[in-house]
């Protein structure tokens, strides 16, 4: 299945397609009749990249509160160098937009740039220092799908102890770079990203598949189409607050909610 073919289907609201769809790919991967292997992704969920194209990619994100999460050596909060489109097909997330003050010598945060290459991802600290705060607070539910321009600063929150699975469409943007906030002391790093084996990336594709076997719409309504009767961009309604509590952990450090942390290889400076 194309990318193409999946972006007709979630802007479409053809959500029974799209969890098809989804189901095949998977079961693939389960069966281990394709080469791809699952990341532990910094964001505390499990990534499986089902297909690449160019700028086009499709991958399923799995939040699971039994499984080993890395915690990211900045913060959650980032912006994608790619146009986002995200279906959930289990659970809810919760999407939180940020707003982010250019402070010359004040702002408190400091701007990465985040450049992935061959399993590495190098966070080069720049000249920006900003101060951020939250904005409008959502809650996308199992059915629902939301749409994020690349470019737009942003945090994905998953309630403690709660599995979510989402299907994430990406047209990259080659113009804009990915970018993360981290404190302004932090300094130029490089962060090995975690790969599963086959093996376990079959068990974490069958451990997907099992909660879909049980999925059903977690929230009011169904299937939206984004930037349909709800607000533009975000199936969600707005004014939903996100449940899961604060972006940031105890003493400003990451908060990754849920499950094991396991902080990635000891990061590197540049």
Same mark, same amino acid.
């Given at each position: 299945?194309s990318?193409?073919?999946?972006?007709?289907?979630?802007?479409?609201?053809?959500?029974?397609?799209?969890?098809?769809?989804?189901?095949?790919?998977?079961?693939?991967?389960?069966?281990?009749?394709?080469? =791809?292997?699952?990341? %532990?992704?910094?964001?505390?969920? &499990?990534? /499986?990249?089902l297909?690449?194209?160019?700028? +086009?990619? *499709?991958?399923?994100?799995?939040?699971?509160?039994?499984?080993?999460?890395?915690?990211?050596?900045?913060?959650?909060?980032?912006?994608?160098?790619?146009?986002l489109l995200?279906?959930?097909?289990?659970?809810?997330?919760?999407?939180?937009?940020?707003?982010?003050?250019?402070?010359g010598?004040?702002?408190?945060?400091?701007?990465?740039?985040?450049?992935?290459?061959?399993g590495?991802?190098?966070?080069?600290?720049?000249a920006?220092?900003?101060?951020?705060?939250?904005?409008?607070?959502?809650?996308v539910?199992?059915?629902?799908?939301?749409v994020?321009?690349?470019?737009r600063?942003?945090?994905?929150?998953?309630?403690?102890?709660?599995?979510?699975?989402t299907?994430? =469409?990406?047209?990259? %943007?080659?113009?804009?770079?990915? &970018?993360? /906030?981290?404190?302004?002391?932090?300094?130029? +790093?490089? *962060?090995?990203?975690?790969?599963?084996?086959?093996?376990?990336?079959a068990r974490?594709?069958?451990?997907?598949l099992?909660?879909?076997?049980?999925?059903?719409?977690?929230g009011?309504?169904?299937?939206?189409?984004p930037?349909?009767?709800?607000?533009?961009?975000?199936?969600?309604?707005?004014?939903?607050?996100v449940?899961?509590g604060s972006?940031?952990?105890?003493?400003?450090g990451?908060?990754?909610?849920?499950?094991r942390?396991?902080?990635?290889?000891?990061p590197t400076?540049?």
């Open positions: 299945m990318y193409l073919a999946f972006d007709q289907a979630i802007r479409n609201g053809a959500a029974s397609e799209t969890v098809s769809m989804c189901r095949d790919l998977l079961t693939e991967v389960a069966e281990g009749r394709c080469d =791809l292997v699952a990341i %532990r992704h910094p964001l505390g969920f &499990l990534c /499986l990249p297909s690449r194209d160019h700028d +086009h990619g *499709v991958c399923v994100h799995h939040w699971d509160p039994d499984a080993p999460r890395t915690a990211p050596t900045t913060s959650p909060v980032h912006a994608h160098s790619w146009d995200s279906f959930v097909l289990h659970g809810r997330v919760g999407n939180t937009s940020v707003r982010v003050t250019e402070n010598v004040g702002g408190g945060w400091r701007v990465f740039e985040v450049h992935s290459r061959d590495i991802d190098q966070m080069v600290a720049t920006r220092l900003v101060d951020w705060e939250p904005q409008e607070e959502s809650v539910y199992a059915g629902q799908s939301y994020l321009p690349a470019g600063f942003h945090a994905s929150v998953v309630e403690d102890g709660t599995h979510a699975v299907v994430v =469409l990406g047209r990259t %943007r080659a113009e804009i770079p990915d &970018l993360s /906030l981290g404190p302004r002391d932090t300094r130029s +790093h490089r *962060v090995p990203r975690q790969r599963c084996g086959t093996g376990e990336t974490i594709a069958r451990t997907i099992t909660t879909l076997a049980g999925a059903a719409p977690t009011p309504g169904d299937s939206t189409k930037g349909g009767s709800n607000k533009p961009g975000c199936s969600a309604k707005t004014g939903d607050s449940e899961s972006l940031l952990g105890p003493g400003g990451p908060h990754v909610p849920g499950g942390v396991v902080q990635c290889d000891q400076s540049i």
